[in-house]
């Protein structure tokens, strides 16, 4: 309904014709929620506000879905200074008719300044209500101690990458990089275990069977997880390169090698066309989503900081530091997530390297010591 | 006619008591800017708007809904602008304070939003917004304790919107309680039946408890609602590969290729199910 609709219709009410066709059978009752709206109006009118709003009451009792008499009862209560009332009866009608453009302006103009708080009404708990209420008390006894600031990891989930048909990267020595990853990620989830670290941990894949990219992010978003870390070896053409690196998430590559690097770990899809965000009008809670991926992407860059450090600092290869960039395993994640390339196959050293046991534990210790080392406090 | 005469009489009475305006065109120019805008026709809003904030400079709300229209377009400097005008003639304008908050959470000063958000609370300790704001800051840090605490406080004081409660369901989610995770989505569903993000966080919610079906019959009223929401589709997508998969482990290759015939319906790129489905022909 536009604005010129509206006031024609409240015209309609105001000479007691359109209404009451509207809402045929109200009329049949001695005194009908129309009469009462119509005699509220007038009292309204008049500015004996008190009395409009007690008639109005009696109307919207009669006569739950009249919008008319709902909007009549916000102005009431707007002028007698009751803006709580007001707002409650505004909602009202944009309930009933969301298009009415006067109520949601009156919406508007009453929430510019401070409102009394609303009246509580204490209602029976539902047997599910009761239960949340025992969970809530409960939670607030464990987490009494949890104030601090920074963004708080408890729930890991572990991503081995490639898998099952897709090899990924293999080695001239026939290491293929889907058994590094998933052994990595097991050692790594099995040692946290072993140290009783409080977190909760969950693995894309337990075994060599290939999951699809979207799957492992939706995977995380299954649990809610605070952390998505994924495993990957490095490749390339060239067989010198050789080195550590950890990866997070963030618009633009942060060097070219970055750029490579995603174009690779990214080749086995194609990207979904509804990925392309829309331009048009944004709303709050875009914003906010804008800022939850933001502060995501910088958490993990500071989680991938800390990862990195720690192995380079335990393992014997080359330290090649943190990148960003585009993955798509880590864009579709709602929590912050990193990604690990934990040598290269490509090159024959490092390959040999990677199949060693005692290399391999000493990776995963320092993967789990950097984990653990998020436990508790805020990154 | 008459009746007319007193509509826009009480209109411009309730105006003139909110404080945003005393000349009847300021008023005529703010109800079709504020029809205009609600439409999304938001230049033409504009216009509606300047032309009221010309008329009359102090109009908060005019200037509000400037400031509102030029967030929307993404012209944040503007936007900011405008609602720092409104508090330099009202401090304790909540609106334009709220969205200067907001600003400045869009511009990553998290801490000055906070300090924002915290100056609400002082000025009117029943702000659910500034309570829902402040608890949407702790969800993103996944800092749950805090983050319940606040949106709690939204919802005591008057927060009864369907994000509200939402943003509560996926906290609890988060902390494992799904007991009042549940609770909650329920509330938003009741609020907006159509809410597509609770509908997906529900159905993992149910389907982590054990009930697949159930999961995958409310991914599917999202796809009915929406069916290209590409989170309903992956969900359902990997639902299927990892039951398709299931039965294939077991030896039972005519169920496996049915799920993975179903993986394809909800994400026809699903390489795992392109791969196996050519392997068990």
Redesign the interface.
Known sequence: M??MTR?KF??A???GLGAALLVPGVLLAGESAFDLALEGQDL??AKEYARAIEVLHKAVSLDVGNEWAWGLLG?AA??SGDM?GALTSFRKVLGLNP?D??S???V???????????EKHETPLTP??Q??KK??EL??AR??E??????????LVLDPGHG???SGAVGLGKLQEKDVTLDLAKRTAGILERQKAPF?LFMTRTDD????L??RT??A????A?LFVSFHINANANRQPNGLDTYFCSEKASSKEALRVAEFENS???F?K??LVQKG?????D??F???R???WE?GGKIAGIVQKNMAARVSMKNRGVHSANFYVLR?AK?PSILLETGFISNPEQEALLTQDAYRENLAVSIAASLSQLAGG?V | ????V???S??F???T??G?GYAEDVNDL???G??LS???K?EAAATMFSRAVALEPDN??AM??LGLIH????KFTAAAREFGQVLKLSP?????RTWVG?LL??D?K?EQAREEFHKILN?????ANAYYFLG?MYA???????A?SYLRKAQT??SDDP?THYRLA?AF?????Q??A??EY?RALDLSPKFIKALNGLG?LV??QGDADEGIAIWQKVLKINA?D??AQ??L??VY??KA?GALTRGNNVQARKWWEKTLTY?P????AK?YLRKLE
């Open positions: 536009d604005w006031r409240l015209t009410g105001g000479l309204l009118a102005r707007y002028q709580r298009d453009v006067y949601r302006m009156m508007d103009v009453i929430q510019q300044k401070p409102l009394p708080p609303r599910l209500e239960a949340a969970e809530e939670f607030h987490i009494s949890e104030k601090g600031m920074g963004y708080q990891v408890r729930r099952g048909f897709d909760e069977y290939y999951i699809p979207s799957a939706t995977t978003n299954q649990y809610n605070d086995v899809i194609k979904d509804k990925e009008y944004v709303n709050i809670e914003m906010l804008r800022y939850e933001r502060r995501y958490a579709r929590m805020g | 006619m008459m009746t007319g007193r509509i826009m009480v209109l009475l309730l105006m008591t909110a945003i703010i109800f079709q504020s029809a609600y439409e999304g938001l908060e709300f509000n809904q967030a929307k377009q993404e304790d304008n909540i609106f334009a907001v959470l869009n990553n998290v000025l009117d300790p029943a702000n949407v993103v840090d996944h800092n749950m304790g805090q319940v004081v008057g994000e996926q989610a988060g902390m494992g309680m007991i009042n549940r609770l329920e993992w389907y982590n290209s590409s989170e992956y969900n997508a990997k590969n990892d998969y994400e790129s699903n390489k795992a791969y």
